[in-house]
């Protein structure tokens, strides 16, 4: 699994060793000497991971490792901080910092390809996210916008662990960082994390056989859990039960003794990201939704129609099922524009939409079609009945005058229906053609009527 790969050291034997490390496993490496380097490179060529060097001049590591999390261009990057300091309060200062991970010098090429393979593919993920969500950033908000919004959700956690006072020290540990549940049973702790869709999970490493491993498989081939982060705990000296572990999918771990505030930081760590990729699903649904909605009425809109409408040809063809297509037209709308204003106008097509939605059945399918135009897609319904929804819709709209910029206004609509029945071969465009005829029938007749299509 490749990946491009930043270097970042003052030293210029240390970028020399770890980038030839890293070129023997097929890594693409680029090296910076300082800080102000690194950023540079971040700026000017796409980049995977950053293993960062803490103690440099200018620039130390902490302070690289902040701005690159602070930019909302690179936040998403994964930042690994290298460094002789190994003290749990220089672990803390670098995890608080934003780092993804904090590694020991010398480092063993065990844990530190095993991490860049975890951090790889977790990259990997959320770069696909970006991309199908980058129109999404633009239209309905910025990254940081979208982290905010994220930010103060309260966290749920779930705790696996064979190990009863493991797991009360866990929950004092992790007291006011997130709402804690454990679990001793691996079958229970799986039915919860799918049903109650918590934040993160933590799976102790500490059994006699390799359960908590097949327990960590499990939740990455689950359907309701294969994205949770998971956090692992680990004996001081299982580095390579570790290495497993991620390799089997879990996104971060913790070794033995296990110092509360690197815990806390870790877990606020996967956190974060989940919510960030979190943020970019939810951008997508909403450009989503911004595709086939109407923004004003906030009814779907022609080009869903359209999709509908196609697959119920479908299902009339194949003899499964007939269905109908009412067009709707409010009468006379250019005078409500031009007498009151389009502001005027815009309240009578939302309040005119709300009306449509109540009255027509739970099965059918409500659209603005275009302009003052709405059509009603009636799965299942022949021309008769389709005739009792247009001719009840009718009735409902004139029976009341909508109130509008302070004034009462008489409002009325005239439609057009067609159907197709159970076997009937049909394009769209010729049931919308048909739709479309009748309503003008119904229009040159007078207004505030229904026209039915003749039969296809």
């Given amino acids: 699994m490749s990946a491009r790969i930043l270097v970042v050291d003052d030293i210029e034997v240390n970028r020399r060793l770890l980038a030839a490390r890293l070129g023997a496993e097929y890594y693409e490496v680029s090296c910076a000497e300082s800080g102000e380097a690194a950023l540079a490179v971040l700026d000017a060529k796409p980049i995977d991971i950053v293993l960062l060097d803490v103690m440099m001049p200018g620039l130390d590591g902490f302070e690289v490792c902040r701005r690159i999390k602070a930019s909302p261009r690179h936040a998403h990057v994964p930042v690994v901080l290298i460094t002789a300091l190994d003290q749990p309060e220089d672990r803390l200062i670098g995890l608080e910092a934003g780092a993804d991970d904090f590694l020991t010098k010398p480092v063993a090429d065990l844990p530190l390809m095993a991490r860049l393979r975890s951090l790889t593919r977790l990259k990997r993920a959320t770069d696909e996210l970006r991309t199908r969500a980058e129109t999404a950033m633009q239209l309905v908000g910025g990254e940081a916008d979208m982290l905010r919004q994220l930010t103060d959700a309260p966290a749920h956690t779930l705790v696996f662990t064979m190990a009863a006072e493991e797991g009360r020290q866990i929950t004092r540990r992790l007291r006011g960082e997130s709402q804690i549940n454990v679990f001793a049973d691996p079958e229970v702790f799986l039915d919860s994390a799918a049903k109650s869709a918590p934040d993160v999970l933590i799976v102790d490493l500490a059994a006699e056989d390799d359960g908590p ?199 009325t609509v005239s439609a057009g229906v067609a159907a197709a029945g159970a076997g009937t071969e049909e394009h769209r465009e010729t049931m919308l053609k048909r739709a479309d005829a009748a309503l003008y029938a119904a229009k040159r007749a007078g207004r505030n009527r229904v026209g039915t299509a003749e039969a296809a």
Avoid: W
Avoid at 230 to 251: F, K
Avoid at 299 to 313: C, T, V
Avoid at 379 to 397: K, N, S, V, Y
């Fill in 213 to 411: 491993l097949r327990l960590i498989s499990k939740l990455r081939a689950g359907e309701a859990t294969r994205l949770m982060p998971i956090l692992v705990l680990s004996a001081a000296d299982d580095e390579a039960g570790a290495a497993r572990a991620l390799e089997l999918g879990a996104n971060d771990y913790v070794a033995r003794p296990i110092d509360r505030n690197e815990l806390a930081a870790r877990l606020r760590t996967q956190l974060r990201r989940k919510r960030y990729d979190e943020g970019l699903r939810r951008s997508l649904q909403d450009t989503i939704e911004l595709a086939v909605r109407d923004p004003l009425t906030g009814l779907h809109n022609r080009r869903f129609l359209d999709s509908r409408l196609f697959r119920a040809q479908q299902r009339a063809a194949d003899g499964l099922e007939g269905f109908a297509l009412a067009l709707l037209d409010i009468d006379h709308f250019k005078r409500i524009n031009d007498g009151f204003g389009h502001d005027a106008g815009d309240a009578v097509l939302t309040e005119f939409a709300a009306r449509l939605t109540t009255t027509v059945r739970g099965s059918d399918l409500v659209c603005r079609f275009g302009g003052e135009e709405f059509a009603v897609l009636m799965p299942g319904a022949d021309l008769q009945t389709a005739g009792q929804i247009a001719e009840r819709i009718r009735q409902t709209i004139e029976a009341l005058p909508f109130a509008i910029a302070g004034e009462l206004l008489a409002v």
